[in-house]
């Protein structure tokens, strides 16, 4: 294949003809063939991601859980994924796959290029892909440190270091020059980002009050037909097995 390129990259140089690298990149290349597609699910958790994402692209997909039982859905997911039982876990074709931002990549660059993302060549291609790791990078695990450490005992101040309300104070801040995470449009990036930053309000880790953009884009988002459809197919009985209100988080803008 190596040999091939030098060949057809020697050619086309003594040929007079210029290759243009970016005019390749921006073509979105075809999509491949999508095998058979199942999402192994827990009602309520990060698996609604991929429910979702499939709903938004309209792609055939199979939803494996048991109905209001988080412990009977958990047995179907580790039946195919037992070192490492996470939802979502998916299997395409007879590849098992989990670590719902991995999996929003490879549906889209594999099987549906050129949508919910930006080109390569955008601007919005880096924050989008930014943003696509920082939903589970910076900004669920710091939410849930704070939020395991404020079940424990109720806080008196916030750490110094960056932590819940930094990275939620983050997220506000680009969503008050940008309407989506994918920049200009929506895209997976704002499918990897709704979940974490749900919790942060619903749990009480940050004060809602305090992030007007992030409620404006929430709302948007619970309006989208695909949102909507996700929920009807992933939750279809409302959220069960909550997690835990937080009674008090630490006051607010105490890192300042
Ligand atoms: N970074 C992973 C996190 C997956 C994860 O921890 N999922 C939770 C549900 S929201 C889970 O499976 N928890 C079960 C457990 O930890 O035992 C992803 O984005 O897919």
Do not use: C
Not at 87 to 105: D, H
Not at 133 to 145: I, K, V
Not at 192 to 214: G, R
Not at 231 to 240: N, Y
């Amino acid at each position: 294949m190596k040999r091939l390129l030098a060949l057809v990259t020697a050619t086309a140089l003594l040929s007079g003809a210029s290759i243009s690298v970016n005019a390749a990149q921006t073509k979105a290349p075809a999509a491949m063939p999508m095998p058979a597609f199942t999402i192994y699910h827990l009602e309520g958790r990060r698996s609604e991601r991929i429910v979702w994402l499939m709903e938004e692209l309209q792609m055939p997909y199979k939803l494996e859980f048991e109905r209001g039982s988080l412990a009977g859905s958990m047995a179907k997911l580790k039946a195919v994924n037992p070192d490492m039982p996470t939802a979502p876990t998916v299997t395409i074709g007879n590849q098992v796959m989990m670590e719902s931002g991995a999996i929003i990549e490879v549906v889209l660059n594999r099987y549906a290029p050129g949508k919910l993302q930006p080109a390569m060549d955008s601007p919005d291609y880096t924050t989008n892909l930014m943003w696509m790791h920082y939903a589970e990078g910076s900004l669920a695990s710091r939410l849930f440190s704070d939020y395991r450490a404020w079940l424990k005992e109720a806080p008196t101040k916030r750490s110094p270091l960056v932590d819940s309300e930094a990275v939620v104070a983050y997220a506000e801040k680009f969503l008050t020059t940008h309407p989506w995470f994918g920049g200009a449009e929506f895209s997976g990036a704002d499918i990897m980002m709704y979940w974490p930053l749900n919790v942060a309000t619903s749990l009480n880790i940050v004060d809602a009050a305090q992030f007007p953009k992030v409620a404006e884009w929430k709302t948007r988002i619970e309006a989208r037909p695909a949102y909507k459809r996700m929920l009807a197919k992933a939750r279809p009985d409302g959220l069960i097995g909550a997690l835990q209100k937080l009674p008090a988080h630490a006051p607010s803008g105490e890192r300042k």
